[in-house]
Nanobody
Framework: QVQLVESGGGLVQAGGSLRLSCAASGRTFSMYAMGWFRQAPGKEREFVTTISWSGGSTYYADAGKGRFTISRDNAKNTVYLQMNSLKPEDTAVYYC???????????????????WGQGTQVTVSS
């Protein structure tokens, strides 16, 4: 069982930056691939990025390429999402999710993730 708690959301002006954190419980966190998804008002939840359990492999949706960076610190049971050059269209609730343990490969769909946090709101003003 893995419990996830996101933090770091808030209100930021367009062009600004935020770093989201997702703290995980459980001693096997290092064996889980992690992902970030987001859901804007009136839209379906969409994939943002994922990182392998080792941290050696990452994958980004087109919307975040070049602006977002996912990373993890397995010693701290935490995964991060650094978001730069934010745009109003990045406004959404951001969720972290865990997949595993021990699975490999890129997963971009919700159904492939086993555990979810409750989300943190990111609002980008124009």
């Amino acid at each position: 069982q893995v419990q996830l708690v996101e933090s770091g959301g808030g209100l930021v002006q367009a062009g600004g930056s935020l770093r989201l954190s997702c703290a995980a419980s459980g001693r096997t966190f290092s064996m889980y691939a992690m992902g970030w998804f987001r859901q804007a008002p009136g839209k379906e939840r969409e994939f943002v990025t994922t990182i392998s359990w080792s941290g050696g492999s990452t994958y980004y949706a087109d919307a975040g390429k070049g602006r977002f960076t996912i990373s993890r610190d397995n010693a701290k049971n935490t995964v991060y999402l650094q978001m730069n050059s934010l745009k109003p269209e990045d406004t959404a609730v951001y969720y972290c999710a865990a997949r595993g343990p021990g699975l490999v490969g890129v997963a971009t769909t919700e159904a492939r993730y086993d555990y979810w946090g409750q989300g943190t709101q990111v609002t980008v003003s124009s």
